[in-house]
């Protein structure tokens, strides 16, 4: 089992769609360990982003962010880095794959709707930004003996 971090930006938190975007993922089979709603500090945001730091698009990406609340959750399960990043789409919704979540949710690079990590590595790093490790909880989904075959 491994855990990667999930947020739903502003955009998505205030659209309200935070609801459809915890359905797709508690769907799949994958359970939610760790949930806040939380205004994102500055500092906060520089080390999410930080790869991002001198590209063009930082300073709008940096406002967005900072812009209204995020949804910043930590979901686990098999192979779950690679399982959200697809389910997720690619960066810019107008591209992303209908029955992605940016491809029947969202048009604009700018305001894609969510985040999730890109590696396990990035997993580890960004649920340390935002999550003590108290905070992540430990329970069994009732259905698990029957979403995984080797249970
Ligand atoms: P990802 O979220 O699919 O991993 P990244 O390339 O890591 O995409 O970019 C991080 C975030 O920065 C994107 O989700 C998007 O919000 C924003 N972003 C990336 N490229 C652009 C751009 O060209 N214009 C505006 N915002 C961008
Ligand atoms: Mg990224």
């Not at 806040?36 to 590209?55: F, G, I, N, P, T």
């Amino acid at each position: 089992m491994d855990r990667t971090f999930v947020m739903v930006k502003p955009d998505g938190v205030m659209r309200g769609i935070s609801g459809e975007v915890i359905a797709r993922f508690e769907r799949k089979g994958l359970k939610l360990v760790a949930a806040k709603l939380v205004r994102l500090s500055e500092a906060q945001v520089m080390d999410q982003y930080r790869e991002h730091l001198d590209k063009p698009f930082f300073p709008s990406l940096h406002a967005y962010i900072l812009s209204g609340p995020c949804l910043v959750m930590v979901w686990e399960g098999h192979n779950t880095v690679s399982v959200v990043r697809r389910m997720v789409g690619a960066t810019n919704p107008s591209e992303a794959a209908p029955g992605t979540i940016r491809g029947d949710l969202a048009l604009d690079t700018g305001r894609n709707v969510i985040h999730a990590s890109d590696s396990p590595e990035s997993a580890a790093r960004e649920i340390a930004i935002h999550f003590k490790d108290r905070e992540l909880l430990t329970y069994q989904r009732v259905d698990e003996p029957i979403i995984y075959e080797w249970q």
